[in-house]
C-alpha cells in the first residue's frame, strides 16, 4: 500500500525534519517506488510537486528536503501502485478548486466502489444527493483514489449553496466515507488526507489492523508543542532537538501511516476515525470544531458569505444511521503529546 505524511502547524513551519525519513520509505526502508507527490499550503495557493521516481532517488524531493518552505498545512504521499500505471496523472496527491478554495486529497489503500473492474467506462458511483446533474469534477487518471476524491467534491457541492460551518463539514465528510465503505467494509482500505484550503485538514482512517495483514491498514498522529524534545527519525540516522529550534507558541501535529520517530507520544487512529485538524490541534467530533469557527479560523473564501454569516445559517449537524459501525470521538485532550 501507500503511506501517508500530513502536517498541520499552529505558526508557520517547515516540513524538512519529516520529509526526510518519509522519502526514505519510497524505495530504500520500504517498497513505495512508484511516485511521490507533496501539497503545500502557502496563503490561498497551493504549491504541488509530483514525480514518478522513487521519492528516495527524485531530484526533486532531493530539492524539496533541502528547501525549508514554512506552512501552515501540507501533505505527502509515496505510492505502490495497485491501480493505474506509474504515471504522473496518477500521482498523489490530486488537486482541485472548489468554492474558490484549492482542496488537495491524498489516499492509501483500496476502494473497491470504485475499482475499474467495478466502473465500467470510468463512470463512478456518486455519492449523497449528487445527481448524474451534479457531476463538476472528473478523474484524469485511473486510480480509484482520484474517483473517490471527485465524488466526495461533488457530494459537497451539491449538498452546499454556501460555505458549511466546519462542524457541519466535519458531519458531511464523515457521513461520505461511512457511504463508501458501507458494504464493502471487508475489502475497503481508505485512509487519506485532505486538505481544505490553508488552515484545515481532514484524516480518515479504515480499517487500521487487521488480522494476518502483512501492510499497514491505518494512521497515527503526533502532536508536538512546549515542552519540547528530542527526536529520531525511524528510517534515516537523523535526530534533533526542536526545544533549540521552537518558540513557546509553536505546535505541529503530524500524521503518518507509521510513526516516523522513536519519540513517544505517537497515537493510533481508532477504526473508521475522523480527524479534523486546525492550527496544530485534533478536532475528532463536529461539535468541538465550533470553537475554531469562534476564533475566526476555517472555511474562508472570496467567493462566498463570510463567516458569521454562516454561522447564523448553517443547519445543524445530524447523526448518521451508521455511525454505529464507527467508534466514538472521547475527549481530544488526552491526546495531546
Given at each position: 500500500?501507500?503511506?501517508?505524511?500530513?502536517?498541520?502547524?499552529?505558526?508557520?513551519?517547515?516540513?524538512t525534519f519529516s520529509f526526510r525519513g518519509f522519502s526514505q520509505r519510497g524505495g530504500v526502508t520500504d517498497v513505495h517506488s512508484h511516485g511521490w507527490?507533496?501539497?503545500?499550503?502557502e496563503g490561498r495557493g497551493l504549491r504541488m510537486f509530483l514525480d514518478t521516481l522513487p521519492c528516495s532517488s527524485s531530484p526533486?524531493?532531493?530539492?524539496?528536503?533541502?528547501?525549508?518552505i514554512k506552512t501552515y498545512n501540507m501533505l505527502?504521499?509515496?505510492?505502490?501502485?495497485?491501480?493505474?500505471?506509474?504515471?504522473?496523472?496518477?500521482?498523489?496527491?490530486?488537486?482541485?478548486?472548489m468554492w474558490g478554495i484549492q482542496w488537495s486529497f491524498a489516499h492509501n489503500g483500496e476502494v473497491p466502489k470504485f475499482s475499474s473492474s467495478y466502473c465500467p467506462n470510468s463512470l463512478h458511483p456518486t455519492l449523497g444527493r449528487t445527481t448524474c446533474h451534479d457531476i463538476f469534477y472528473n478523474p484524469v487518471g485511473d486510480t480509484d483514489s482520484e474517483g473517490v476524491f471527485c465524488a466526495i467534491l461533488n457530494a459537497l457541492r451539491a449538498e452546499f449553496d454556501a460555505l458549511p460551518t466546519l462542524p457541519v463539514l466535519h458531519e458531511t465528510i464523515?457521513?461520505?466515507?461511512?457511504?463508501?465503505?458501507y458494504g464493502e467494509s471487508d475489502s475497503t482500505i481508505f485512509n487519506f488526507l485532505l486538505g481544505c484550503g490553508p488552515y484545515t485538514q481532514f484524516a480518515f482512517s479504515w480499517p487500521g489492523q487487521r488480522p494476518g495483514s502483512q501492510v499497514w491498514n491505518?494512521?497515527?498522529?503526533?502532536?508536538?508543542?512546549?515542552?519540547?524534545?528530542?527526536?529520531?527519525?525511524?528510517d534515516a540516522e537523523y535526530s534533533i532537538d526542536f526545544s533549540k529550534i521552537t518558540s513557546p507558541s509553536d505546535r505541529v501535529a503530524v500524521i503518518a501511516t507509521k510513526p516516523l520517530t522513536s519519540e513517544p507520544g505517537w497515537k493510533e487512529f481508532q477504526r473508521g476515525e475522523l480527524i479534523m485538524f486546525d492550527h496544530g490541534?485534533?478536532?475528532?467530533?463536529?461539535?468541538?470544531?465550533?470553537?475554531?469557527?469562534?476564533?475566526?479560523?476555517?472555511l474562508c473564501s472570496k467567493v462566498f458569505a463570510n463567516k458569521l454569516e454562516r454561522l447564523s445559517t448553517s443547519a445543524p449537524v445530524h447523526s448518521s444511521p451508521l455511525t454505529n459501525m464507527f467508534s466514538t470521538a472521547g475527549d481530544m485532550s488526552q491526546w495531546y503529546v
Amino acid at each position: 500500500m501507500c503511506q501517508l505524511l500530513g502536517m498541520n502547524c499552529a505558526a508557520p513551519t517547515d516540513f524538512t525534519f519529516s520529509f526526510r525519513g518519509f522519502s526514505q520509505r519510497g524505495g530504500v526502508t520500504d517498497v513505495h517506488s512508484h511516485g511521490w507527490g507533496l501539497a503545500i499550503y502557502e496563503g490561498r495557493g497551493l504549491r504541488m510537486f509530483l514525480d514518478t521516481l522513487p521519492c528516495s532517488s527524485s531530484p526533486v524531493a532531493a530539492l524539496v528536503a533541502n528547501y525549508p518552505i514554512k506552512t501552515y498545512n501540507m501533505l505527502a504521499h509515496i505510492r505502490f501502485a495497485t491501480q493505474g500505471g506509474v504515471s504522473l496523472e496518477n500521482v498523489h496527491p490530486f488537486q482541485r478548486e472548489m468554492w474558490g478554495i484549492q482542496w488537495s486529497f491524498a489516499h492509501n489503500g483500496e476502494v473497491p466502489k470504485f475499482s475499474s473492474s467495478y466502473c465500467p467506462n470510468s463512470l463512478h458511483p456518486t455519492l449523497g444527493r449528487t445527481t448524474c446533474h451534479d457531476i463538476f469534477y472528473n478523474p484524469v487518471g485511473d486510480t480509484d483514489s482520484e474517483g473517490v476524491f471527485c465524488a466526495i467534491l461533488n457530494a459537497l457541492r451539491a449538498e452546499f449553496d454556501a460555505l458549511p460551518t466546519l462542524p457541519v463539514l466535519h458531519e458531511t465528510i464523515r457521513r461520505l466515507c461511512e457511504e463508501i465503505i458501507y458494504g464493502e467494509s471487508d475489502s475497503t482500505i481508505f485512509n487519506f488526507l485532505l486538505g481544505c484550503g490553508p488552515y484545515t485538514q481532514f484524516a480518515f482512517s479504515w480499517p487500521g489492523q487487521r488480522p494476518g495483514s502483512q501492510v499497514w491498514n491505518g494512521l497515527f498522529y503526533i502532536v508536538r508543542e512546549p515542552p519540547f524534545r528530542c527526536a529520531d527519525l525511524i528510517d534515516a540516522e537523523y535526530s534533533i532537538d526542536f526545544s533549540k529550534i521552537t518558540s513557546p507558541s509553536d505546535r505541529v501535529a503530524v500524521i503518518a501511516t507509521k510513526p516516523l520517530t522513536s519519540e513517544p507520544g505517537w497515537k493510533e487512529f481508532q477504526r473508521g476515525e475522523l480527524i479534523m485538524f486546525d492550527h496544530g490541534k485534533p478536532y475528532r467530533a463536529p461539535g468541538e470544531c465550533e470553537s475554531v469557527e469562534q476564533q475566526g479560523r476555517g472555511l474562508c473564501s472570496k467567493v462566498f458569505a463570510n463567516k458569521l454569516e454562516r454561522l447564523s445559517t448553517s443547519a445543524p449537524v445530524h447523526s448518521s444511521p451508521l455511525t454505529n459501525m464507527f467508534s466514538t470521538a472521547g475527549d481530544m485532550s488526552q491526546w495531546y503529546v
